[in-house]
């Protein structure tokens, strides 16, 4: 090895620097010590491999693990917290009586994070109201919102676990609206997640909690609008990773999706879905419903009202991407299912839905009619009459016209015509968010 033309001119070069640097002769280095160096160092890295390197990859799954276990913990110490607060609310002087809950928001970009909000403050009570802010006074308050009044209010409407919606509600609550909305619709509790709400220094909330009608609950952890317009904005597909695989870190507006999702929480999405009974009217429509929004909301309910019992499909991530391209879906498959569980005029959903139906597919849900709309980001034509093929033969196959031209595409160009103006609030938010999550798990801000 040290007789060898590379070795000698790699000798050569680094003495000639030597020698210009003022170093004698005999201090110059050779061949055999540049090969023994070489070869030294080769074997430290061989052998720190072998002894140490697959122990580093253990210690990382372990923690891996444990951070799993943290999260799983933490959520079983929120639902007896919750729990408590329920008890705690039934025991009191509205003891076997309606107890009326109201919560309020803007509801940007709703997503099931809003919806698992909705369930838990459903679970405080027996009724619960909704306020959805006007977009006037989220203009003056943290500047124009997405989606428009009506947008969603559609989607606060959808959602199965909310009982009644009140809109044009302010921002921020002055004590003369807190005293109205309490009186004018009977409220027992104002709900909130425990995270702050301040605008322009000031608590939201300080005048419920100062009458005493405020109660917090836990914010579902892993999602937030930030990270889904962050998914918007870069062209990556990092959302899709599943834990455990590997993902590429393109920066600080998009990340692989936190979101642990549990049999648990689908059971409690899946609260109240039935078996359909004999001769019920079974319709199926499927689709991606990535992004779910108020166009889904209305084809969906225009779908119900054609028979008693509603299955929808929600087709995986590889089958959307494959068709779509780009980096769709947005959100994940899990993220989906339970965006399409918490609709109110959705009965049950078919996980990872085969793109194409079969005759097996529909004997074994006994569908009696497979609906789909007419406005969406589905494929194109000739997919749609190889997706349908069967229903279509056997005069199962009806097109409904949508009610909405609403699609992911128009939230998409909202979002790029503002892409600056996106980015620079998507960066603060994911700095409070940190700042969250490390007083929440670390008992400090960092």
Same mark, same amino acid.
């Given at each position: 090895?040290? %007789?060898?033309?590379?070795?000698?001119?790699? !000798?050569?070069?680094? /003495?000639?620097?030597?020698?210009?640097?003022? =170093?004698?002769?005999?201090?110059?280095?050779?061949?055999?010590?540049?090969?023994?160096?070489?070869?030294?160092?080769?074997?430290?890295?061989?052998?720190?491999?072998?002894?140490?390197?697959?122990?580093?990859?253990?210690?990382?799954?372990?923690?891996?693990?444990?951070?799993?276990?943290?999260?799983?913990? +933490?959520?079983?110490?929120?639902?007896?917290?919750?729990?408590?607060?329920?008890?705690?609310?039934?025991?009191?002087? /509205? /003891?076997?009586?309606?107890?009326?809950?109201?919560?309020?928001?803007?509801?940007?970009?709703?997503?099931?994070?809003?919806?698992?909000?909705?369930?838990?403050?459903?679970?405080?009570?027996?009724?619960?109201?909704?306020?959805?802010?006007?977009? *006037?006074?989220?203009?003056?308050?943290?500047?124009?919102?997405?989606? %428009?009044?009506?947008?969603?209010?559609?989607?606060?409407?959808?959602?199965?676990?909310?009982?009644?919606?009140?809109?044009?509600?302010?921002?921020?609550?002055?004590?003369?609206?807190?005293?109205?909305?309490?009186?004018?619709?009977?409220?027992?509790?104002?709900?909130? @997640?425990?995270?702050?709400?301040? +605008?322009?220094?000031?608590?939201?909330?300080?005048?419920?909690?100062?009458?005493?009608?405020?109660?917090?609950?836990?914010?579902?952890?892993? +999602?937030?609008?930030?990270?889904?317009?962050?998914?918007?904005?870069?062209?990556?597909?990092?959302?899709? =990773?599943?834990?455990?695989?590997?993902?590429?870190?393109?920066?600080?507006?998009?990340?692989?999706?936190?979101?642990?999702?549990?049999?648990?929480?689908?059971?409690?999405?899946?609260?109240? !879905?039935?078996?359909?009974?004999?001769? &019920?009217?079974?319709?199926? #429509?499927?689709?991606?419903?990535? #992004?779910?929004?108020?166009?889904? +909301?209305?084809?969906?309910?225009?779908?119900?009202?054609?028979?008693?019992?509603?299955?929808?499909?929600?087709? @995986?991530?590889?089958?959307?991407?494959?068709?779509? $391209?780009?980096?769709?879906?947005?959100?994940?498959?899990?993220?989906?299912?339970?965006?399409?569980?918490?609709?109110?005029? =959705?009965?049950? !959903?078919?996980?990872?839905?085969?793109?194409?139906?079969?005759?097996?597919?529909?004997?074994?849900?006994?569908?009696?009619?497979? !609906?789909? $709309?007419?406005?969406?980001?589905?494929? $194109?034509?000739?997919?749609?009459? *190889?997706?349908?093929?069967?229903?279509?033969?056997?005069?199962?196959? &009806?097109?409904?016209?949508?009610?909405?031209?609403?699609?992911?595409?128009?939230?998409?160009?909202?979002?790029?015509?503002?892409?600056?103006?996106?980015?620079?609030?998507?960066?603060?938010?994911?700095?409070?968010?940190?700042?969250?999550?490390?007083?929440?798990? %670390?008992?400090?801000?960092?």
């Amino acid at each position: 090895m040290s %007789n060898s033309p590379q070795i000698i001119s790699v !000798v050569v070069f680094i /003495n000639n620097i030597l020698s210009a640097a003022g =170093v004698p002769p005999n201090s110059l280095l050779t061949p055999e010590e540049l090969s023994t160096a070489i070869t030294a160092a080769i074997t430290t890295l061989f052998v720190y491999y072998i002894f140490f390197g697959k122990r580093h990859g253990m210690d990382r799954k372990k923690l891996s693990s444990e951070l799993i276990a943290a999260h799983a913990e +933490v959520q079983r110490l929120e639902e007896l917290l919750t729990k408590a607060q329920t008890e705690e609310i039934q025991k009191g002087p /509205n /003891n076997g009586k309606e107890v009326r809950i109201f919560m309020d928001g803007a509801f940007d970009m709703m997503h099931y994070g809003h919806m698992n909000a909705f369930r838990q403050g459903r679970t405080l009570g027996t009724h619960l109201i909704v306020g959805v802010n006007s977009d *006037e006074s989220i203009i003056k308050c943290k500047g124009a919102p997405l989606m %428009n009044d009506q947008e969603r209010l559609t989607m606060v409407e959808g959602c199965k676990f909310v009982d009644e919606v009140i809109p044009g509600c302010p921002y921020v609550m002055s004590k003369e609206y807190l005293e109205y909305v309490i009186e004018k619709h009977n409220i027992d509790y104002v709900i909130h @997640g425990d995270d702050p709400c301040i +605008v322009d220094g000031k608590d939201v909330y300080a005048e419920a909690k100062t009458a005493g009608k405020f109660r917090t609950i836990p914010r579902t952890e892993g +999602v937030s609008t930030t990270d889904i317009v962050g998914r918007m904005l870069l062209m990556s597909k990092d959302h899709h =990773v599943i834990s455990g695989q590997s993902h590429t870190d393109n920066s600080t507006l998009s990340q692989q999706s936190k979101f642990l999702t549990t049999s648990r929480m689908l059971r409690l999405f899946s609260a109240g !879905v039935k078996t359909p009974t004999k001769g &019920h009217k079974v319709i199926y #429509m499927d689709g991606a419903w990535d #992004m779910f929004h108020s166009g889904h +909301v209305a084809v969906l309910k225009q779908a119900k009202k054609r028979g008693e019992y509603l299955i929808v499909g929600v087709h @995986g991530d590889a089958v959307v991407n494959r068709i779509r $391209g780009s980096n769709l879906p947005l959100m994940n498959l899990h993220e989906r299912v339970l965006s399409v569980l918490g609709c109110r005029f =959705v009965d049950d !959903v078919v996980i990872d839905a085969p793109y194409i139906i079969t005759p097996e597919m529909i004997a074994s849900l006994n569908i009696t009619e497979v !609906v789909h $709309g007419t406005s969406g980001d589905e494929d $194109g034509q000739s997919s749609i009459i *190889e997706r349908y093929d069967v229903p279509r033969k056997e005069n199962m196959l &009806h097109t409904i016209i949508s009610p909405s031209s609403f699609t992911l595409t128009d939230i998409l160009e909202r979002i790029q015509k503002n892409q600056e103006e996106f980015q620079a609030k998507i960066i603060r938010k994911k700095k409070a968010e940190k700042e969250y999550y490390n007083v929440r798990y %670390n008992g400090k801000v960092s």
